[in-house]
């Protein structure tokens, strides 16, 4: 059932899903569920304690009956910042005028699907990495990974 409550400004339907991970390295891949159905709007990025010049891209991994776990890139590709020297990182997914730009519209996400975080660059890591996800709610009812 799609959001018909006329009274939900666009901001209140969306949720945030913060991640924390210590120690990514290159090729490194961290994966954050997404419980239901919804629109990847974008999302924020604070990075502590750089080695080298890593970089970070986003995807979607979705299992298809039949077929299998199937990528989805999320066009999203950033070079990490420290946070002490340069602030944090905001992101947008799905746009056609790249990083930070607000002519997208997101990408659609099922539930059930893992954003993912590939970090990659020669001899590239980072200590401590904290990033917030915007996701969009397509629906008033929700259920939780089928609950």
């Not at 995807?59 to 910042?81: C, K, M, N, P, Y």
């Amino acid at each position: 059932m799609p959001i018909i409550n006329r009274e939900k400004d666009i901001t209140e339907q969306r949720d945030l899903f913060d991640y924390a991970v210590q120690g990514t390295a290159t090729g490194a891949t961290y994966l954050c569920p997404i419980p239901y159905a919804g629109l990847a709007v974008g999302g924020f990025q604070a990075n502590i304690g750089l080695s080298g010049s890593p970089v970070h891209s986003f995807a979607i991994s979705r299992f298809v009956v039949g077929a299998g776990t199937t990528l989805i890139g999320l066009g999203v590709t950033i070079t990490a910042s420290g946070f002490g020297t340069s602030g944090g990182q905001m992101f947008t997914f799905g746009t056609s005028g790249g990083v930070g730009s607000t002519l997208g519209a997101g990408v659609t996400l099922l539930a059930n699907d893992l954003i993912i975080m590939n970090t990659a660059g020669a001899n590239a890591a980072v200590a401590q990495c904290s990033t917030t996800l915007v996701v969009r709610c397509l629906q008033d009812f929700k259920t939780h990974f089928g609950f």
